[in-house]
């Protein structure tokens, strides 16, 4: 604690430092957190453009702008950039930001290894991104990399991409660490763990969840780096190994990652719901044991996307049961934050049109998953635009919505100006009509058979296609009204009041303050 504040005492007897130096070497989280946040959203840009790439090939049947190779490559790199390089860094960024100040913390609990784990990410970024420049081109397998399309068929570029995904790994786990380090020793005195914010809580329980699986992807990459590498044969039939074994490591690290970039949002949309509904949050005590529940069942149902793998009906009939249960907890949340706006004084600033939103959609994408979850039914589902459809429901309005809810809700407080609120309820509108005419017609085309990750398609398929396509480039084009609107609000939007959402009760203490940084280390009120 004390080389923390040592390290604030520091920063502040000399000032900010000029140029590219003060990022270079800061240890101020609310630095480490904009730098994350920057990141995040640059990632989340080009993931997007790589998106517009595949949507525009899908525009109509045939081949027309680009050749299968580069389409497969492109669905590989929008996969990982989106999940490593947009949303998990943009939570870490939150994380940053915001956990020092609601648990009255003067910093997080290691400053120095926070920007080390920030500064590894555009480098492991950067050795993923120049594997396009590489012969034979970037990986074509998939965000997944089944073996043995990564291992005995992928190009020389593959050992580059394993090597990114340790780096990525790495940072991950250092992230986490300081996030647990932070919550249980640096919370103000009188708050004890059932008085912190939603937010905090799911956050502690995110970092645990990345502790335990991270350590497993880095296992699978490893296994992959020794079987193009080293002549193992882990995955290789040929050498006695099992391809199937593949899967079932990647996806006892890939299902919980699935929770870790939806946890922090529902952490963010529980905090953002009271604020506009002006009342404290329904059920607080079941919110953090639900969300404990979830991370603990998401260990448990990893084989639900292996049903077509030959999984014996008993295995089946176990993560079917399991995954149906996880729906549990989580119906839980949605109806307790149903139960917050219930008779609440209600507003709908853009903070609460995302949030509810949010709650809306990301409902949808849990209600195909339970029909994913049927193993019967899966036969028929899987691997068509029926999945994609879904994992989109869920992580395009629970993740990516959740980042922009809590971006409007917190931009008052970091930047000390008031966002343009039309203009934020015309980035709302455009991204939540662009989103659904993307990804809603998924639904038919995938019932309707057609497989995903193809760059051709039967004509049938040609007009949900299009609707789709359409929809994507309307969503697409409208996140650069949101670079406009944070840029607008950084270079001197209208000045924030000490409670820009008025009688948000209980969220003071979150918001804009008179009191510089380095005493935000007061506790809130207990009540």
Partial sequence: ???????????QHHGPARGFSRWLLTTNH?????????????????????????????????LQIVQPEFFNQMTTMHGLIMVFGAVM???????????????????????????????????????LVSTLFME??????????????????GPPSTTFFVFAIHIMGVSSIMGAINVIATVLNMRAPGMTLMKMPMFVWTWLI????????????????????????????????????????????????????????????????SQIIPAFS?????????????????????????????????????????????????????????????????????????????????VIL???????????????????????YFVVAHFHYVLVPGAIFGIFASAYFWLPKWTGHMYDETLGKTHFWLSFIGMNLAFFPMHFLGLAGMPRRIPDYALQFADFNMVSSIGAFMFGATQLLFVLIVV????????????????????????????????????????
């Fill in 362 to 384: 990301f409902s949808i994408g849990g209600f195909s998953g339970v029909m994913l979850a049927i193993a019967p039914a899966d036969f028929q589902y899987h691997d068509t």
């Fill in 278 to 358: 002006r009342k404290r949050l329904f059920g607080y005590s079941s919110m953090v044991y639900a969300t404990g529940a979830i991370a603990m069942l998401s260990f448990l149902v990893w084989a639900h996307h292996m049903f077509t793998v030959g999984v014996p009906v008993a295995g089946q009939l176990f993560f079917m049961y399991a995954t149906l249960l996880i729906a549990v907890p989580t119906g839980v949340k949605v109806f307790n934050w149903v139960a917050t706006m219930f008779r609440g004084a209600l507003s709908f600033e853009t903070p609460m049109l995302f949030a509810v939103a949010f």
């Fill in 136 to 153: 034979g081109g970037a990986p074509n397998f998939g965000w997944t990399f089944y073996a043995p399309l990564s291992t005995t068929y």
């Fill in 30 to 62: 609310k630095d480490i957190g904009s730098m994350y946040l920057i990141f995040s959203f640059t990632m989340f840009l080009l993931g997007g453009t790589m998106a517009m790439v595949i949507r525009a090939e899908l525009f109509q049947p045939g």
């Fill in 206 to 269: 995110t970092a645990f969840l990345l502790i335990a699986v991270m350590p497993v992807l880095a296992g699978v990459v490893t296994m992959v780096l020794m079987d193009i590498n080293f002549g193992t044969s882990f995955f290789n039939a040929a050498g006695g190994g099992d391809p199937v074994l593949f899967q079932h490591v990647f996806w006892f690290f890939g299902h919980p990652e699935v929770y870790i970039m939806i946890l922090p949002a529902f952490g963010a949309i």
């Fill in 89 to 127: 860094p943009a939570f870490v960024g939150l994380a940053n930001w915001m956990i020092p100040l609601m648990i009255g913390a003067p910093d997080m609990a290691l400053p120095r290894m926070n920007n080390w784990s920030f500064w590894l990410l555009p480098c492991a970024f950067l050795i």
């Fill in 488 to 527: 607008k609000c950084v270079k001197g939007g209208e000045k924030a009041p000490a409670k820009p959402w008025d009688g948000a009760e209980g969220l003071e203490w979150t918001l804009p303050s008179p009191a510089p940084y380095h005493t935000f280390s007061t506790p809130p009120e207990v009540k």
């Fill in 1 to 11: 604690m004390s080389a923390v504040a040592g390290t604030h005492a520091q920063d």
